[in-house]
């Protein structure tokens, strides 16, 4: 049977061109996933460098947070309020998406670490928002820190008490600053309980979170 000219060349052709398209898919499809994010510890060396690993530090400076965010940077990948309110998982968010659009050089530390862009960096691809998770609020009574807290304070034993009165109903993310919401809750105890209202966090204001009544 002779082979018609016409067909033989089309697929000649289209062994020629079959490579070319594959490779071409498959750089595609590479571009649309996040292959090389920093690790965890890469993270971790940041914070630290940044800011002691203190989610909630407000130092007056202008900077926020674990990652030092200023407001301007903040809000530009889509943070609200200020990034020290903001829990650690949202934190960490922000911090992925500012990597994404703009890499390590946002981050004076990370210069001083030694830190070298990977594929991900600047790619501008927008990563997943994690999913929440529901911070484990503190049952066993804790001893009282010895501090009395008032508005504006940050501490991790606020946020300890801020994930108790989540089992009253309040829906505290664990900041572990004092601030509007934080002294609503303090009143609500004192009152509850025959307390001074005076809005301190005080030793009988914390054992009664776990001790006392419960607020109205």
């Known amino acids: 049977m002779i082979e018609d000219p016409h067909r033989s060349a089309v697929r000649a052709a289209v062994r020629l061109l ?19 994010d920093p690790a965890p510890s890469t993270w971790a060396k940041l ?24 407001l301007p940077t903040w809000r530009s990948v889509g943070g609200q309020g200020k ?24 981050w004076e530390c990370a210069g001083m670490l030694g830190l070298r862009n990977d594929p991900d960096a600047r790619s501008k691809r927008i990563p997943l928002p994690p ?25 991790p034993a606020l946020r300890t008490f801020q994930l108790r009165m989540n089992v009253f109903g309040y ?8 601030y509007d919401k934080t002294r609503q809750a303090v009143l ?9 209202d005076s ?12 001790e006392g009544r419960a607020p109205r």
């Not at 914070?47 to 690993?53: A, F, N």
């Not at 999913?131 to 501490?155: E, H, K, L, N, R």
């Not at 829906?171 to 004092?178: E, L, N, P």
């Open 83 to 106: 990034p020290n309110l903001a829990g650690r998982q949202e934190q960490d968010f922000r911090a992925l998406y500012l990597y994404r659009m703009r890499g390590w050089q946002p």
């Open 18 to 36: 079959l490579p070319l398209v594959v490779a071409l898919v498959t750089t595609l499809l590479g571009t649309g996933a996040a292959s090389a």
């Open 199 to 210: 809005g301190r966090l005080g030793p009988k204001t914390w054992h009664a979170a776990w």
């Open 171 to 178: 829906d505290f993310d664990g900041t572990g600053c004092y």
């Open 47 to 70: 914070r630290m460098c940044e800011s002691s690993d203190r989610y909630f530090l407000d130092t007056g400076n202008g900077y926020y947070g674990a990652y030092q965010f200023d």
């Open 131 to 155: 999913s929440p998770i529901a911070p484990t609020p503190v049952t066993v009574p804790p001893p009282w820190p010895g501090v009395v807290y008032a508005y504006g304070d940050c501490a």
């Open 188 to 196: 609500d105890l004192q009152r509850a309980n025959g307390i001074n």
